[in-house]
C-alpha cells in the first residue's frame, strides 16, 4: 500500500522491486547485507565471487582464567530450546550450548563421552578471565535450565566432550565411503526454530527409502539473542553402488532438506556458506533481490572472473 503522507513506507512495484530480505540478522548465504555495512560486510559471504583475499589480521585472546562446565537432559527437546532461549535473551554468554536432539544424544554424544544419554542433552561451558563472574554466570544458566524441566547431570560429561571434541572429525565417528553423509546447516529466530528443526527432520527422513537405513542425528550448535541453527546431520551407511543413484539420493535429501526449512521459516545458512551444492535455492530466499546482488557482481567483477557459477551467478 501506498501512504502519501509517509511516502517513505511506499511498496509499489513501480518505486522498488519487491526483496526478499533475510528472517535473521545472522547467515552465510551470499552477500549479507544490512543497515550499517561497510565493504567488509559486503566482502563476507562472497565465497570468492567478489575479490581476493591477500591478507588477514586475526585477533588474539589469552587462554581464560577459569572455565565451568555443565551438562542437562530434557524430557522433550521443547524444554531444552526454551531454556537455551531464556539464557540467550537473558544476556548470559556461553562460550559453549550445544543442544543435541534424543537421536544425536543417544548415538554420536553419548559415544564420544562414553555415557548412556537417552533424552535431548545440552553441553554448557561459561570462561573468562574474572572466575567470580564466570561462576555466577553458569550457576545463573543451570538454573534456567532446571526451571525448564532440566535434569544435572555430572559436569564430567561436558569436560570429556570439550577434550575429545575434534573426534568427530576422525574414524570411527567421522563417515567414510561408501557411506552418504552430509549436514543441512540452517537458521532461525526462535518463534520458527522448533517447526524448523521439525520441518526438516521429516522432510529429510521422507526422502529417504526405509532400504538406505537412514541416521539422522541434530544438533542447536550456535546460538544468538535472537535465535538458533540447527545441524541436521545424515548418514547412510552404504548407499546405492550406482555413481549415478547415490549422488540423486543426496541430492535428494539436501532438496527436501533445505525447501522444507525455507518454507517453515528458515534461512540458509548458519556459516557453512553455499557453494554450488545451495546455489539453486539462492533465488527461493531472495527472491528478486538476487538481481540486486548480482549488479553488486558485476560492479566489482564486469569481467565474470571471480568464481562464476558460484552463489547462483553466471
Same mark, same amino acid.
Given at each position: ?13 513501480? /518505486? ?54 555443565? !551438562? ?12 537455551? *532461549? ?24 553419548? *559415544?564420544? !563421552? ?7 542433552? !545440552? ?18 544458566? /543451570? ?24 573426534? /568427530? ?30 520441518? !526438516? ?111 547462483? /551467478?553466471?
Amino acid at each position: 500500500m501506498y501512504d502519501s503522507t509517509r511516502p517513505w513506507l511506499a511498496t509499489r512495484s513501480d /518505486f522498488l522491486p519487491a526483496l526478499a530480505m533475510p528472517h535473521v540478522p545472522k547467515s552465510s548465504a551470499g552477500y549479507f547485507i544490512k543497515p550499517g555495512m561497510d565493504l567488509i560486510d559486503l566482502f563476507i559471504g562472497s565465497e570468492g565471487t567478489l575479490g581476493v583475499i591477500t591478507a588477514a589480521t586475526v585477533k588474539l585472546r589469552r587462554l581464560p582464567a577459569k572455565r565451568v562446565f555443565g !551438562v542437562y537432559s530434557f524430557a522433550s527437546l521443547s524444554d531444552g530450546i526454551e531454556a537455551g *532461549r531464556r539464557i540467550m535473551v537473558s544476556g548470559l554468554r556461553p562460550s559453549v550450548m550445544r543442544l543435541y536432539d534424543r537421536h544425536a544424544a543417544s548415538h554420536s554424544l553419548s *559415544r564420544a !563421552v562414553e555415557v548412556p544419554l537417552p533424552d535431548p542433552t !545440552v553441553v554448557l561451558m561459561f570462561d573468562g578471565e574474572y572466575p567470580e563472574l564466570v561462576e555466577l554466570e553458569a550457576q545463573t544458566a /543451570f538454573a534456567i535450565c532446571a526451571a525448564h524441566n532440566g535434569t544435572q547431570l555430572p559436569a564430567s560429561i561436558a569436560e570429556t566432550w570439550w577434550d575429545r571434541r575434534y573426534i /568427530f572429525y576422525y574414524p570411527p565417528y567421522a563417515p567414510e565411503l561408501p557411506s552418504i553423509w552430509g549436514t543441512v546447516d540452517v537458521v532461525a529466530d526462535f518463534e520458527h526454530i522448533e517447526a524448523v528443526y521439525e520441518a !526438516v527432520t521429516q522432510a529429510v527422513r521422507a526422502a529417504v527409502p526405509a532400504e538406505w537405513d537412514l541416521q539422522l542425528t541434530t544438533h542447536f550448535s550456535h546460538w544468538y539473542e535472537w535465535g538458533s541453527m540447527i545441524y541436521a546431520r545424515m548418514k547412510i551407511p552404504t548407499g546405492p553402488a550406482d555413481l549415478r543413484e547415490a549422488k540423486a539420493l543426496h541430492d535428494a535429501v539436501f532438496k527436501a532438506g533445505t525447501e522444507a526449512a525455507l518454507a517453515a521459516g528458515a534461512v540458509m545458512n548458519d556459516h557453512h556458506g553455499v557453494g554450488l551444492r545451495l546455489e539453486p535455492y539462492m533465488r527461493a530466499q531472495y527472491g528478486d533481490g538476487m538481481e540486486a546482488l548480482a549488479r553488486i557482481k558485476r560492479a566489482l567483477d564486469p569481467n565474470n572472473i571471480l568464481c562464476p557459477g558460484k552463489l547462483g /551467478f553466471e
